[in-house]
Nanobody
């Protein structure tokens, strides 16, 4: 099973930027579709961004579209989330998740539902002050 460790969270002023990173170990990272989720206090966990195993396809939630970029490096077993123009409503715990794929998955398939993901990191906290 893939183990995931997130880093890069912190306190930032509104309008600032953060780059979250997720390092994977165990399993075969290059055969995993990956996702970033977040959960704010009192709210349900929600998808932020997702990326196919190849990196050829990406998805962004409307709330972060145009302000965030998800990318992966299969040689380094990492997936990053660059977030710009941060808003106080971006404050949440951010989680990296992995969906190990079987067979011959499409290069262009990503997953937006939390139930699709088998492995989760411990989370990294992002706080955006106004």
């Amino acid at each position: 099973q893939v183990q995931l460790v997130e880093s890069g969270g912190g306190l930032v002023q509104a309008g600032g930027s953060l780059r979250l990173s997720c390092a994977a170990s165990g399993g075969t990272f290059s055969r995993c579709a990956m996702g970033w989720f977040r959960q704010a206090p009192g709210k349900e966990r929600e998808i932020v961004a997702a990326i196919s195993w190849s990196g050829d396809a990406t998805y962004y939630a409307d709330s972060v579209k145009g302000r965030s970029t998800i990318s992966r490096d299969n040689a380094k077993n990492t997936v990053d989330l660059q977030m710009n123009s941060l808003k106080p409503e971006d404050t949440a715990d951010y989680y990296c998740a992995a969906n190990p794929l079987r067979g011959y998955p499409s290069r262009y398939t990503y997953y937006t539902g939390a139930s699709a993901y088998a492995s989760w990191g411990q989370g990294t906290q992002v706080t955006v002050s106004s």
